[in-house]
């Protein structure tokens, strides 16, 4: 059995600490700003189910668990300007450009799955309640106990430094999101309040 979740603990834990997760947390989100974290979350997703597929990945879990169509469904239910994206972060350009260094590594690339969907299935549904809109990102067919366990089965610790990697990404998600034009975006100055 791996020890994958004890050993990137430290950075799960980082990436929850972050100011942007408090305002997620908050219910009080505000749309447009929700939607930007959408926006570049489906960059991400959509490189990494593709990367997934080629590498046979979904063929071992037997559980449709991609979210790129639902996170898309998300976003834009919320996004108001049609003509214009929100911005797309540092971050997820750096994610991007790596993901394109290991699309062969089957290993790596499942280490991605287990960060990211892991997360949708397990804080996800607690931020489900939270977040304005429909929320289909976090909504999964079928059990989610279950649909962890079939990740869990194709991890290993060999995993763990480009897991590490998928923790520290979205932490610096979470950090370019909150230097913004955070007073566009947010309701309420008490959202961002330590």
Request: no cysteine.
């Amino acid at each position: 059995m791996s020890n994958l979740k004890e050993l990137t603990q430290e950075q799960h834990t980082n990436a929850e600490r972050q100011q942007f997760v408090k305002v997620l947390m908050s219910g009080k989100i505000n749309p447009q700003f929700y939607a930007t974290y959408l926006w570049n979350q489906h960059k991400k997703y959509d490189l990494l189910e593709a990367m997934a597929a080629v590498n046979g990945i979904w063929l071992d879990i037997p559980y449709p668990i991609q979210r790129k169509m639902a996170i898309e469904q998300d976003f834009l239910e919320l996004w108001e300007d049609k003509e214009n994206p929100p911005p797309i972060v540092p971050s997820t350009h750096e994610y991007i450009d790596h993901m394109r260094t290991i699309m062969n590594d089957r290993d790596k690339v499942m280490s991605h799955i287990y960060v990211l969907h892991m997360g949708d299935l397990s804080g996800g549904q607690m931020i489900a309640k939270k977040v304005p809109g429909e929320g289909r990102m976090y909504k999964f067919d079928g059990d989610t106990t279950a649909i962890k366990e079939a990740i869990r089965n194709h991890t290993n610790d060999d995993m763990a430094d480009e897991a590490k990697y998928v923790f520290e990404s979205a932490t610096n998600l979470f950090k370019e999101l909150m230097e913004l034009d955070i007073e566009h975006y947010l309701e309420s100055s008490d959202t961002v309040s330590e």
